[in-house]
RNA sequence: GGUGCUAUCGUCUAGUGGCCUAGGACAACGGCCUCUCACGCCGUAAACCCCGGUUCGAGUCCGGGUAGCACUACCA
């Protein structure tokens, strides 16, 4: 009988999503359009004492920004959270009466009992016996169900006495656990300790009780997660066994961790900070701490770049293709090719991925999204000196924009470095660069540029801007006529053409970079080329 | 310490016993293009953890080392 897959991502509001949560759910949600299944969306919140305002509805938004689509639990609409299906709630707060029955069925059947050891207890316990584990060695030494005489219990109970629920592990038996990445994984028992299920203190199930009870009730055919869970494994497995539910057990994939791009270990939140790139989808702003985390969103990331080099860090297709659209990658996508080992985080790759999204937007697209930054620079410029430099009116039209952006986007990575690439053409220089001028602006230059400015005055306001389109060998030529102007005179004088252009530059641009002349000049105008002409012969007599 | 997982260029990886003189991509380096800086294009350098075994033949299978990582909570 074919099972309707049905996957999970079950991330926990204890902070911002992580970027190695970020590829689970992507992985998850692959595998389910590629096998037309369900997506579904689980908080874990079952630690009430790590919860962090906003961590819900920044995972929620995350997923949403990078189109990681959810079909069944909790989702974001248009800014407002909202729940869908028939097997909620998907808040495991909000399941206690289920947990209930279901750690009652456990108590009932002898595969758990209650512990009264306070944490102070244990605590003294491991002090006192090294590598002390509580399990089928130690309980009968320890305060629980086991040890205590059942009316003794129920009058703790009474008492209000706070005690936890612990699952009865079986010494000595081979658990075998299945998995789609890495095949067969046997843990012996005994190296499994009691863990706790239940505790009354909050109320609430601990992670390994309410993740099979949600997994099972909520018909869940794979579970797909981090290797930090697999050592853990073995445990659910004995679980889905203590219930009775072995037979619809779901299938397990335990996918390779994302690791430190220096050093080893696992990527963490520090290493943002300390390596200067994101590790978090979105900006979070910590409203326990008090910290912000940048966002890989506001650092000028598009959606479809971080998924395509999240989906690669672990999992590569069966050629040489590199650049997966989302319907790609749920075609290809398959969990034999996830590889075993962990993936060093490998941000340069991130930032080529960034690229090659970038180039195949629209320049108009990338204008609309440059134009924030771009107010923003001006207008701290602005009010730094007093709007001297603004010489692009007030306003830059968007067909102004998107042609500067057509100039130089095939320089940057990123929609912000926009503004290090094109400044010059919102703000006159007010300095030249040093070493710009050491190369390029020689003797003979003050007295070129004085020549070339009485020649570009000649040219009418119409013929500055007219050029001409030459198709030549698929090639695509474009002379303007400004070329045919300046270019005679040069030769006529036998000047060199790297020398007068490179010293126009400067002038136009105060150092040696940028597009190809003309464009500049063309997108400066007549009026504003002149003037930094003559501003620039003056300041660099 | 215990248990488990993993091991190909600096990094992500291809490789499922002969197609491997180990392929691709990022990064690095060099060249070309060019009025500049970039982009782009072309090229160079760069790896099978070690030791045994199986086999006519091993990066690929097996065993043992070694190393890295994960887990070892009333966290998930």
């Known amino acids: 009988m074919e099972r309707r897959v049905r996957v999970r991502f079950a991330p926990s509001p204890t902070?911002?999503?992580?970027?190695?949560?970020?590829?689970?759910?992507?992985?998850?949600?692959?595998?389910?359009?590629?096998?037309?299944?369900?997506?579904?969306?689980?908080i874990e919140d079952t630690d009430s004492t790590r919860f962090v305002p906003g961590a819900e509805e920044y995972i929620l938004e995350a997923l949403d920004w990078l189109g990681i689509g959810i079909d069944e639990g909790l989702r974001m609409n248009n800014g407002m959270i909202e729940t869908v299906g028939s097997h909620g709630p998907y808040r495991q707060s909000e399941r206690r009466e289920i947990y209930h029955t279901y750690v009652k069925q456990l108590l009932d059947s002898g595969h758990a009992y209650i512990a009264f050891d306070t944490p102070a207890e244990l605590d003294a316990k491991r002090a006192e016996i090294p590598n002390f584990q509580y399990d089928a060695r130690t309980r009968m030494q320890m305060r629980n169900s086991l040890t205590m005489p059942a009316d003794e219990v129920q009058a703790l109970i009474?008492?209000?006495?706070?005690?936890?629920?612990?699952f009865k592990v079986e010494p000595d038996e081979d658990v075998h656990v299945h998995d789609l990445i890495r095949g067969?994984?046997?843990?012996?028992?005994?190296?499994?300790?009691?863990?706790?299920?239940?505790?009354?203190?909050?109320?609430?199930?601990?992670?390994?009780?309410?993740?099979?009870?949600?997994?099972?009730?909520?018909?869940?055919?794979?579970?797909?997660?981090?290797?930090?869970?697999?050592?853990?494994?073995?445990?659910?497995?004995?679980?889905?066994?203590?219930?009775?539910?072995?037979?619809?057990?779901?299938?397990?994939?335990?996918?390779?961790?994302?690791?430190?791009?220096?050093?080893?270990?696992?990527?963490?939140?520090?290493?943002?900070?300390?390596?200067?790139?994101?590790?978090?989808?979105?900006?979070?702003?910590?409203?326990?701490?008090?910290?912000?985390?940048?966002?890989?969103?506001?650092?000028?990331?598009?959606?479809?770049?971080?998924?395509?080099?999240?989906?690669?860090?672990?999992?590569?297709?069966?050629?040489?293709?590199?650049?997966?659209?989302?319907?790609?990658?749920?075609?290809?996508?398959?969990?034999?090719?996830?590889?075993?080992?962990?993936?060093?985080?490998?941000?340069?790759?991130?930032?080529?991925?960034?690229h090659q999204y970038l180039q195949l937007r629209s320049n108009e697209e990338l204008a609309e999204m440059f134009m924030p930054v771009l107010k923003e620079k001006l207008s701290t410029?602005?009010?730094k000196t007093q709007s001297q430099t603004i010489s692009n009116k007030d306003a830059v039209s968007n067909h102004q924009l998107a042609k500067i952006v057509g100039l130089v986007k095939d320089r940057v990575n990123f929609v912000p470095e926009l503004w290090e690439q094109a400044n010059f053409f919102f703000v006159a220089p007010t300095e030249y660069d040093e070493k710009s001028l050491k190369k390029r602006w020689k003797e003979d230059s003050p007295r070129h540029m004085q020549e070339l400015l009485a020649l570009l005055e000649t040219v009418s306001e119409e013929d500055w801007h007219k050029?001409?389109?030459m198709v030549n060998d698929q090639m695509v030529n474009t002379i303007w006529h400004l070329d045919?102007?300046?270019?005679?005179?040069?030769?006529?004088?036998?000047?060199?053409?790297?020398?007068?252009?490179?010293?126009?530059?400067?002038?136009?641009?105060?150092?040696?970079?940028?597009?190809?002349?003309?464009?500049?000049?063309?997108?400066?105008?007549?009026?504003?080329?002149?003037?930094?002409?003559?501003t620039a012969i003056s300041a660099l007599q």
């Open 381 to 383: 410029i602005q009010t």
């Open 467 to 469: 050029n001409e389109q």
């Open 184 to 354: 067969e994984v046997v843990i012996n028992s005994n190296i499994l300790d009691d863990k706790v299920l239940y505790k009354s203190a909050d109320d609430l199930p601990t992670y390994h009780l309410a993740n099979i009870v949600d997994d099972h009730l909520m018909e869940i055919s794979h579970v797909i997660r981090g290797e930090e869970w697999l050592p853990s494994a073995p445990l659910h497995v004995l679980l889905y066994r203590a219930f009775g539910w072995e037979d619809s057990m779901p299938e397990f994939a335990h996918l390779p961790l994302l690791l430190k791009p220096d050093g080893n270990g696992k990527l963490s939140k520090r290493d943002g900070d300390r390596l200067g790139f994101p590790v978090f989808p979105l900006e979070f702003h910590n409203q326990k701490d008090g910290t912000v985390s940048s966002g890989y969103r506001e650092s000028g990331y598009l959606p479809e770049a971080v998924i395509n080099f999240l989906a690669l860090l672990g999992w590569h297709g069966t050629g040489d293709q590199e650049m997966y659209t989302m319907d790609q990658l749920i075609k290809e996508f398959s969990l034999d090719r996830v590889s075993k080992s962990g993936a060093k985080f490998d941000y340069e790759k991130g930032k080529w991925f960034n």
């Open 15 to 42: 902070g911002a999503l992580h970027i190695g949560g970020v590829r689970t759910a992507l992985y998850n949600y692959l595998f389910a359009r590629q096998h037309g299944g369900d997506m579904l969306l689980r």
């Open 158 to 166: 009474a008492k209000g006495e706070k005690y936890v629920v612990r």
């Open 484 to 534: 045919k102007v300046v270019m005679p005179w040069i030769a006529e004088h036998e000047y060199g053409v790297g020398i007068v252009m490179n010293a126009f530059r400067i002038c136009l641009v105060g150092a040696a970079r940028g597009p190809h002349i003309w464009n500049i000049t063309d997108i400066l105008g007549k009026e504003e080329t002149l003037r930094r002409l003559r």
